[in-house]
């Protein structure tokens, strides 16, 4: 029979801790605070091992005896510290620790370190699920909560990643919405200025991608009335002239004008999907043949 590893009788004394019954000298909490420090150096011995899963689940003992004494903040940290072994191949796991210390942090007003944990949250749904919708959801979510804690630049970030999100997801007018809120707090700061006219841009071709090309020119007359320097950029130009193609119906045009800004500015993966979607917008408009 193979001998038993340092971990797994660390956890065996941590489970018999958190089962036994307690006496009359001791209190049901002692119990839980020891069986918890036990669980915490058996999940870090599963570390050691690399067994993530094993190390996952001991921190979320662990959380859950730091909640049966009551120790708030303590029980955030393991959840996440679980979080964290688990995000080594269990994203479900993961998103379902972090929920976790989402809860405990908020209930405790930190809602900073809420935010930075949402957006965790958002990053696994996006990078290992591939779900758009919640990832969407989250980055909001970690966006209004920085938004309260005065993080405006963090918050700003969530938010320009939940536009592109929406955008992807073909919600094009909440996509232009916030890319405006985001574009509006940067035009503020000289740090952030230079920023402004990716998001107006990516705004505007959500208003081409929904076909809607009179909003895309009263858009781009009004950005160029907040910031007089917009009109001759190349962004603003690039608009301008698929703006004339679509109008047109001129899908020759159209393809010229995206090489031609392309030889230049290399347009990125989101840009590029988002400009095949009006260019398919413009192979099925009636009328051309």
Same mark, same amino acid.
């Given at each position: ?31 839980? +605070? ?29 959380? +859950?005896?730091?909640? #049966?004494? #009551? ?6 940290? /393991? ?38 944990? +949402? ?42 990643? /939940?536009?592109?999100?929406?955008? +992807? ?101 989101? #840009? ?6 009006? #260019? ?10």
């Amino acid at each position: 029979m193979p001998s038993k590893s340092p971990a797994q009788i660390l956890l065996e004394k941590a489970d018999k801790r958190a089962n036994a019954s307690t006496g009359w000298l001791s209190s049901s909490s002692t119990k839980f +605070e020891e069986a918890g420090d036990l669980y915490q150096q058996a999940a870090n011995a599963f570390k050691l091992e690399k067994l993530f899963r094993e190390a996952g689940d001991a921190f979320s003992k662990e959380a +859950e005896c730091r909640e #049966k004494c #009551k120790e708030t903040n303590d029980a955030a940290n /393991a959840w996440w510290n679980a979080a964290k072994a688990y995000k080594r191949g269990f994203p479900d796991l993961a998103i379902q620790a972090l929920s976790q210390t989402v809860i405990h942090l908020t209930q405790a007003g930190r809602f900073r370190q809420a935010a930075d944990r +949402e957006k965790e949250i958002a990053q696994i749904y996006l990078q290992d699920q591939n779900d758009l919708r919640r990832a969407c959801e989250s980055f909001e979510r970690a966006g209004e909560w920085y938004a309260q804690e005065d993080a405006t630049a963090t918050a700003n970030a969530c938010f320009k990643d /939940a536009a592109d999100l929406h955008a +992807e997801l073909e919600e094009y007018q909440i996509a232009i919405s916030r890319y405006d809120q985001v574009a509006d707090h940067s035009l503020g700061s000289a740090l952030t200025k230079y920023s402004v006219k990716d998001y107006w841009l990516k705004a505007l071709l959500c208003a081409l991608a929904s076909q809607d090309y009179v909003s895309a020119r009263r858009n781009l007359s009004r950005y160029g009335q907040l910031d007089v320097s917009f009109t001759s950029t190349r962004e603003a130009k690039f608009i301008t002239a698929l703006t004339e193609a679509l109008e047109q119906g001129d899908e020759e045009a159209f393809t010229a004008v995206v090489y031609e800004y392309d030889q230049v500015t290399k347009l990125d993966n989101w #840009k590029t999907a988002i400009l095949l979607k009006v #260019k398919r917008g413009l192979q099925q408009a009636p009328g051309l043949t």
